[in-house]
């Protein structure tokens, strides 16, 4: 009787699974994102809340990889509960699906700290994409949700291009400190003193519009190691915690 022999070479491990906890008021929303979630090989749904009470308290108990976030929900509504994910489960991103665009919303849920801005019209597949986009670190909103930030982006340009410049003072000590250049290998230091370059304006306008460091180097010519360099120094300029951050931070400056 012959015989299969062992292979003499380790096999690779399947890579983990996303774990995704849903929290939606809806149960039959929730069940459908479940189904939509478990059927793809690479996503494992390991809770579901109905409400943003449920959803903190799942989320520190699961330590999901992404929640998946509406917004308007009894006891406690989507922005606080991301607010609060985010600032105890640093990394655990939060994706919010929900059927509401208002501007203040919009804003509210970026602020709390959300990677992701989905409208419930979404296909299958963007949700799908949007889950693994968000597990990478990487920002997504839909055209209509970037049409908004980029538009008050813009307003505030014009705004700020209108005001008289300040007078010139020379920088007090603590200033000059913390604009000093870093020994070589020491991180840069936060620096919201300098204003962003050409470049850094451009790789903004891209990340509100949702591109990823690799998206954003096709866009305008680079590598992407340097696309990610300019990313990292816009975060220090505006002193932001996440990409999608970045462009509602700039309303507030």
Do not use: C, W
Not at 25 to 32: E, H, K, S, T, Y
Not at 34 to 56: F, N, S, W
Not at 153 to 170: G, I, M, S, W
Not at 229 to 253: C, G, P
């Amino acid at each position: 009787m012959s015989t299969i022999a062992e292979p003499s070479f380790p096999i690779p491990h399947a890579a983990p699974r996303i774990r995704v906890l849903i929290a939606d008021d809806q149960a039959l929303i929730r069940r459908g994102m479940a189904m939509l979630l478990d059927a793809a090989p690479d996503i494992e749904v390991v809770g579901q809340a109905a409400d943003g009470v449920e959803a903190v308290e799942l989320a520190r108990r699961l330590l999901p990889d992404v929640v998946l976030m509406d917004l308007h929900m009894p006891r406690k509504g989507g922005v606080l509960a991301t607010r609060e994910i985010s600032a105890a489960l640093p990394h655990t991103r939060v994706m919010v699906l929900t059927t509401f665009n208002r501007d203040d919303l919009v804003f509210d849920a970026v602020r709390a700290g959300a990677q992701a801005y989905l409208l419930k019209d979404a296909s299958e597949e963007e949700v799908l994409d949007t889950v693994r986009a968000v597990h990478r670190g990487e920002s997504r909103l839909t055209p209509q949700i970037a049409r908004k930030v980029m538009d008050q982006f813009r307003l505030l340009a014009d705004r700020v291009a209108q005001e008289p410049l300040p007078p010139l003072t020379p920088p007090t000590p603590d200033v000059r400190a913390a604009t000093q250049a870093t020994a070589p290998g020491e991180p840069l230091r936060p620096d919201a003193t300098k204003p962003l370059t050409e470049r850094e304006t451009a790789v903004l306008e891209l990340i509100a519009k949702g591109y990823g460091n690799r998206q954003i180097a096709a866009a305008l010519n680079l590598a992407e190691g340097t696309a990610k360099n300019h990313v990292s120094r816009i975060m220090q300029k505006l002193h932001a915690n996440t990409r999608t951050e970045l462009a509602v931070l700039v309303l507030k400056k």
